[in-house]
């Protein structure tokens, strides 16, 4: 099976752009999903598809893919968006279904 | 309101066996395929187990397949996992998550999880 690959830490200004990127060959047949997670909490879907945004996600959150790299970007980072990012995909490389995750990355907002 | 609460987690010996819950609420349960992803202390995320809809496809990680069994009750809304042979290494939160699957955008995700419940393997 494949793995996804993401930087282990990240970080950015308030009110600035960040983007988190995320590789794997599962990527090439399917796009990824992030996910936030803060301590204690569980994980909450931010991205999924091409770039969708559940119900109740900022527009600051956006979404990208090309080839076998997918990227978060949150355009305008607020104090509240430090957290564990995770991004994850379907893989269908090897002789069952998968699901992989990358390993996280942890963004942190100055 | 989605609703998906886990249930069943302790302290368990090496090699010992729980059997984890999952009740959910708020949608068509029968309509949705599951997962149970789990994350050990001051670690990532690690998918373990799908289940599809009607509980004829299931499928395992590697470091769980022989030891775990995933299974559903559509009549009782519920989700299990039955863990057995258990490993320190199988020490985490583990948490049931709704799949939604869009096979023609090439897009599946997690869009509701449980708030997890903590297992812990140790003597």
């Not at chain 2, 309101?1 to 708020?26: D, F, H, K, W, Y």
Request: contains cysteine.
């Amino acid at each position: 099976s494949s793995e996804l690959t993401q930087d282990p830490a990240v970080s950015v200004a308030l009110g600035q752009t960040v983007r988190i990127t995320c590789q794997g060959d599962s990527l090439r047949s399917y796009y990824a999903s992030w996910y936030q997670q803060k301590p204690g909490q569980a994980p909450v879907l931010v991205i999924y598809g091409k770039n969708n945004r559940p119900s109740g996600i900022p527009d600051r959150f956006s979404g990208s893919s090309s080839g076998n790299t997918a990227s978060l970007t949150i355009t305008g980072a607020q104090a509240e968006d430090e957290a564990d990012y995770y991004c994850n995909s379907r893989d269908s490389s090897g002789n069952h279904l998968n699901w992989v995750f990358g390993g996280g990355t942890k963004l942190t907002v100055l | 309101e989605v609703q998906l609460v886990e249930s069943g987690g302790g302290l368990v010996q090496p090699g010992g066996s729980l059997r984890l819950s999952c009740a959910a609420s708020g949608f068509t349960f029968s309509s949705y395929e599951m997962n149970w992803v789990r994350q050990a202390p001051g670690k990532g995320l690690e998918w373990v187990s799908y289940i599809s809809s009607s509980g004829s496809t299931i499928y395992y990680a590697d470091s769980v397949k022989g030891r775990f069994t995933i299974s559903r009750d559509n009549a009782k809304n519920s989700l299990y996992l039955q863990m057995n042979s258990l490993r320190a290494e199988d020490t985490a939160v583990y948490y049931c998550a709704r799949e939604v699957i869009r096979i023609a955008a090439a897009s599946s995700y997690f869009d509701y999880w449980g708030q997890g419940t903590l297992v812990t393997v140790s003597s």
